[in-house]
């Protein structure tokens, strides 16, 4: 009901946005687990609390109390890590060879398999930018198995919940009346 919800309100012209949606979420590529994580954290990262709320009510039968805080816990270690290591490496010089002393344990335990939390961590690495941080977990998840339509498919759910995201701002911005 709620993804039906979140569909109803997007504007006619961001139909393909709407028709995204409703194929990505009956998508069969990925995991169960998989596919409602990488909407959640996606969600999140899109930083529209609408969106979070509906996908995340949406896909609550399907992920455990663990995964959807990894889930969260994804959208937000990748919140710091993708500004970090952005500036990294569009800056270059000694910074990539100076310890990021930051803390990110919970990329090593994140309470789900490892291969969920890097494809997660994918989808909000895309949506932030981070091409450093993108090249990492693409990495990760090749050499967990992944193939490359999982891969692209986490990266559409991050596109489509972006562009649902930004369509709604759009509707509610006072320059859209």
């Known amino acids: ?102 803390r990110m344990n919970v990329i090593g335990r994140p309470g789900v398999e490892k291969v969920d939390f890097e494809l997660w961590s994918l989808a909000v690495s895309a949506i932030n930018g981070c091409g450093m941080c993108m090249e990492s977990h693409e990495h990760a998840l090749r050499k967990a198995g992944l193939t490359t339509e999982q891969i692209q498919t986490s990266i559409r759910i991050a596109a489509t919940v972006h562009g649902v995201a930004v369509a709604l701002d759009g509707v509610k911005s006072p320059a859209a009346t």
């Open 1 to 102: 009901m709620s993804l039906d919800t979140l569909k109803s309100l997007l504007p006619d012209y961001a139909k393909d946005l709407k028709l995204n949606l409703g194929a990505l979420a009956h998508d069969i590529t990925l995991t169960p687990q998989q596919l409602a994580g990488t909407f959640v954290a996606s969600a999140i990262a899109s930083r529209n609390p609408l969106v979070t709320e509906l996908l995340s009510t949406h896909f609550a039968d399907t992920l455990s109390t663990e995964a959807l805080d990894a889930a969260r816990a994804a959208a937000a270690i990748m919140g710091m890590n993708n500004v970090y290591y952005r500036f990294v490496h569009m800056v270059g010089g000694d910074y990539a060879k100076i310890p990021a002393q930051l």
